[in-house]
């Protein structure tokens, strides 16, 4: 028998107002992948996101994560998941090891100080443990906020962004750490780029969205070969200038 | 499992504890934080203590009733200090954007509120407490001569300054930073109406049943009959317990309320102006 997926959307919509922001989306992501999420600015990812986060409630259609409806059910798997985003930070006065110390004592992490240090070694952070966060570099906070996401040994992961402020080298960096962390918990990830190389290096499948709804939804390669493209960004700039498989393929 | 146990299961002390450390950390590395904690109460009570020091000179009946004065101004402090200290623990997830954090962790509202509860507590006493104390050295005003009945004041007086902050908090989640003035601002709405410095018997007879809806005018009127008749009556704590009760389930229900109308609107991911 397959496994249940770890996040499941059916028919999800957001309506702001009167402007749709997510318009009748519906996937399903098997527990263990990693799945990127693209679009153009205003696409609907950061929504989507929030909506799998339990943070925004869906105007109608159900998601759920982990088995639980959220937001419904949200305290049901929020132990067992966590994310890291552009759009939150962590207070700037505490130092780095009081962060994940509150954090770790919010997710019921058992030895604190031990997933400290081991965050610590893993992520290059030992020696910033006793800074404040506010005296970080933009890719030092994003080191810290990775490390704050992983604080529970998470299940599923959504990451927004995560390499964003990163340099090339600490970015590769991150995803070579990412994909070991997949694999070695078995976790569920879900990615939203707008780097296109990242999500073609690390990414099994790719779903890309615009205005709201699912343009299309494969892998890496099919989508390169269905489109005719060499890479995921003009497969990318297909799709946002509103040229089919077929158009782009001729 | 019950759903008894399921929620004893859901509540965490852990987890209260942890946001209370958050915000230890954070009194503990802000020394202006920490001032601005005792500078204002300190300046409200010398300045009403010269006034009543003055008044008790040229009259009579303020020399029977000695301390009524600085006796409203720290009862008045705990009552703004306690919303404020609620308040701006709140106020701080918002402004080191922090808030979306906590609302994707386990964290339930409830342990949120008890956390901002607690450490509303621990504000008012390093804010206030070494103003009681001047209060004694410079004018003797002895608020802890009040005995048992400071305990009943002190008590009705949290519950109402929570209700509010409670109400607040929710406010600013739902609407962003645009409604913090409300924080800062909406206490004093309490000032004139609980009668702080004067008799309900005072204001005009239509704005009476009005003061005698909020529970701090029972408590500055038993203060008064403390420190005028030197009468404690239970019945007005009492009274003023009953009314509490129903203002702290009536924040707290707005609260969620709030909450869940942030959740719909998106504002939990949009925590600015």
């Known amino acids: 028998m397959p496994a249940a997926p770890a996040i499941e959307a059916q028919r999800l919509v957001k309506i702001y107002k009167t402007v749709p922001a997510v318009d009748g989306v519906s996937f399903s992501i098997a527990p263990g992948s990693i799945v990127g999420l693209l679009g153009g600015n205003g696409a609907g990812k950061t929504t989507t996101i929030a909506m799998i986060m339990g943070l925004i409630a869906p105007t109608s259609g159900r998601v759920t994560v982990l088995g639980a409806e959220m937001p419904r059910q949200r305290y049901q798997v929020l132990q067992r998941m966590n994310f890291e985003s552009p759009y939150v930070e962590m207070p700037m006065r505490l130092t780095v090891r009081q962060n994940l110390t509150v954090f770790g004592m919010l997710y019921g992490v058992p030895d604190i100080p031990a997933r400290i240090r081991e965050l610590g070694e893993a992520l290059d952070l030992t020696e910033l443990l006793d800074r404040p966060a506010g005296k970080l570099s933009a890719g030092q906070k994003t080191r810290v906020s990775l490390a704050k996401s992983l604080i529970n040994t998470p299940e599923l992961l959504l990451l927004d962004e995560p390499t964003a402020s990163l340099d090339p080298d600490t970015a590769d960096w991150v995803r070579s750490w990412l994909e070991r962390y997949r694999r070695n918990r078995h976790a569920t990830v879900v990615l939203a780029s707008h780097n296109m190389s990242e999500v073609e290096r690390l990414c099994e499948r790719v779903i890309i969205m615009k205005q709201g709804r699912i343009e299309d939804d494969d892998t890496p390669a099919r989508l390169l070969a269905h489109y005719g493209r060499h890479t995921l960004e003009e497969v990318f700039l297909d799709v946002a200038r509103g040229r089919d498989r077929r158009e782009a393929a001729q | ?273």
């Not at chain 2, 954070?26 to 008044?55: D, K, N």
């Not at chain 2, 701006?88 to 339930?108: A, Q, T, V, Y």
């Not at chain 2, 203060?223 to 009314?243: E, K, N, Q, V, Y």
């Open chain 2, 1 to 273: 499992m019950t759903a008894r146990a399921e929620v004893a299961i859901a509540f965490s002390p852990r987890r209260v504890a942890a946001m209370m450390l958050r915000y230890w950390y954070l009194l503990r590395s802000s020394w202006p934080r920490l001032v601005e904690l005792v500078y204002w109460p300190t300046v409200q009570m010398i300045t009403w203590g010269f006034i009543q020091y003055y008044v008790m000179q040229k009259a009579g009946f303020f020399a029977r009733a000695g301390g009524t004065l600085i006796g409203a101004v720290l009862l008045w402090d705990i009552l703004f200090r306690g919303q404020l200290g609620f308040s701006i623990s709140f106020l701080e997830e918002m402004w080191s954007r922090n808030i979306g954090n906590l609302m994707m962790s386990p964290l339930r509202p409830f342990e949120f509120i008890l956390a901002l509860m607690a450490m509303s507590v621990v504000r008012l006493l390093i804010g206030v407490v070494p103003v009681t104390l001047l209060a004694l050295a410079f004018f003797g005003f002895n608020l802890y001569g009040l005995g048992l009945a400071l305990v009943a004041f002190f008590f009705n007086l949290m519950l109402t300054s929570w209700a509010v902050g409670i109400f607040v908090s929710g406010l600013v989640l739902r609407n962003g930073l645009g409604a913090e003035n409300l924080a800062w601002t909406i206490m004093f709405f309490f000032m004139p109406l609980t009668c702080v410095y004067y008799p309900v018997t005072t204001l005009p007879a239509w704005l009476q049943p009005l003061a005698w809806a909020l529970p701090p005018t029972y408590v500055f009127e038993g203060m008064r009959g403390i420190l005028i008749d030197h009468s404690f009556h239970p019945t007005l704590m009492l009274d003023a317990l009953a009314l509490n009760a129903l203002f702290f389930a009536a924040g707290a229900f707005g609260f969620l309320k709030l909450l869940q109308s942030a959740r719909r609107t998106g504002a939990l991911i949009q925590t600015g102006e």
